[in-house]
């Protein structure tokens, strides 16, 4: 294979997951909708540095365990579960009682907690380890060496990749909501679906098999 060749797939590839609707891009969702752009960007940080846990763990090798553990696994999944479901009541529960969501106001929320949350979102996914262990390998090219090294540098481009994308959904979502926030009823309704995407996605986390 080809430079070129290699890297449009790597790249259509990396573009195609990035786009594909997750806990990640959801969670990034409901914080721009809730508590306004900057906090949305703040949380795609977080979420790209819990990738950057996966990833690294990936070049290590960690990643192995849990998919090799049905105990790391299932501890992970839970937790990773409960979280969501916990992040999704708080978004039912806030967008069914904060006033300013019908104004130009959002809610107030620190840059750490938007970030940590985010980061916990991805680092208490385990099928996002188990992603990037299985994914990375397939564009590994052992004649250049430095496995591990490869490893990183490749989970860093999807990552980044994954700011491209989410920056522009947040930006997308941040002027529609700028408009809906002038209806109380549709805003209060946008929030609680997203709110109610994250609990089922926390589910549907607790019974995900490790496969």
């Known amino acids: 294979m080809d430079d070129l060749t290699y890297w449009l797939l790597f790249f259509s590839t990396s573009l195609a997951i990035n786009i594909s609707p997750g806990p990640d891009l959801f969670y990034i969702l409901s914080r721009t909708i809730a508590c306004g752009k900057n906090a949305g960007m703040v949380s795609s940080l977080g979420v790209g540095t819990g990738a950057l846990v996966h990833v690294t763990a990936a070049a290590l090798g960690l990643s192995a365990i849990?998919?090799?553990?049905?105990?790391?696994?299932s501890i992970v999944k839970y937790v990773g579960a409960a979280y969501l479901i916990y992040l999704g009541i708080q978004n039912l529960r806030s967008t069914g009682t904060i006033p300013e969501l019908s104004a130009a106001k959002t809610v107030e929320v620190s840059s750490w907690a938007a970030f940590k949350?985010?980061?916990?979102?991805?680092?208490?996914n385990p099928k996002a380890a188990i992603f990037f262990?299985?994914?990375?390998?397939?564009?590994?090219?052992?004649?250049?060496?430095?496995?591990?090294?490869?490893?990183?540098?490749?989970?860093?481009?999807?990552?980044?990749?994954?700011?491209?994308?989410?920056?522009?959904?947040?930006?997308?979502a941040a002027?529609?909501?700028?408009?809906?926030?002038?209806?109380?009823?549709?805003?209060?309704?946008?929030?609680?679906?997203?709110?109610?995407?994250?609990?089922?996605?926390?589910?549907?986390?607790?019974?995900?098999?490790?496969?």
């Open 66 to 73: 849990l998919a090799t553990s049905a105990i790391a696994f």
């Open 117 to 124: 949350q985010g980061m916990l979102v991805d680092i208490l």
């Open 133 to 172: 262990m299985a994914f990375l390998p397939q564009f590994i090219r052992p004649e250049i060496g430095g496995i591990p090294l490869q490893l990183l540098g490749l989970g860093i481009l999807v990552i980044l990749m994954g700011f491209v994308v989410e920056f522009s959904f947040i930006l997308l």
């Open 175 to 211: 002027k529609i909501t700028g408009c809906l926030r002038r209806n109380q009823s549709i805003s209060s309704w946008l929030g609680r679906t997203l709110g109610s995407i994250l609990i089922a996605l926390g589910i549907r986390l607790a019974f995900v098999e490790r496969t």
